[in-house]
Nanobody
Framework: QVQLVESGGGLVQAGGSLRLACAASGRTFSRSGMGWFRQAPGKEREFVASISWNGGIKYIVDSVKGRFTISRDNALNTVYLQMNSLKPEDTAAYYC??????????????????WGKGTLVSVSS
């Protein structure tokens, strides 16, 4: 059974940092794209970042460019999201996702096949 488990969320003041981690189990994703999405209260889920199987391709949504960084460690089957200079508008549930396809780097929910249950990030002003 494939599982994606997020960790690292919490409450932080504006300008602070958090590092999210997503550990996968049940299969290896070393040849698959992985990513992060978020959903704020009352809003639709949106793409945040994705990374190719070897880390050579990274996509970041404009609203977090220069503040968030995505990375992965295939030996640990884990993807990370480093979030710096956090803003209140970054408050959301953050979800990890992975594709079952090899050598793709999806930038939409449609391209992802496995999802974590989410971790909450709350940024106070």
């Amino acid at each position: 059974q494939v599982q994606l488990v997020e960790s690292g969320g919490g409450l932080v003041q504006a300008g602070g940092s958090l590092r999210l981690a997503c550990a996968a189990s049940g299969r290896t994703f070393s040849r698959s794209g992985m990513g992060w999405f978020r959903q704020a209260p009352g809003k639709e889920r949106e793409f945040v970042a994705s990374i190719s199987w070897n880390g050579g391709i990274k996509y970041i949504v404009d609203s977090v460019k220069g503040r968030f960084t995505i990375s992965r460690d295939n030996a640990l089957n884990t993807v990370y999201l480093q979030m710096n200079s956090l803003k209140p508008e970054d408050t959301a549930a953050y979800y990890c996702a992975a594709s079952r396809m090899s050598y793709t780097t999806p930038r939409s929910s449609d391209g992802m096949d496995y999802w974590g249950k989410g971790t909450l990030v709350s940024v106070s002003s």
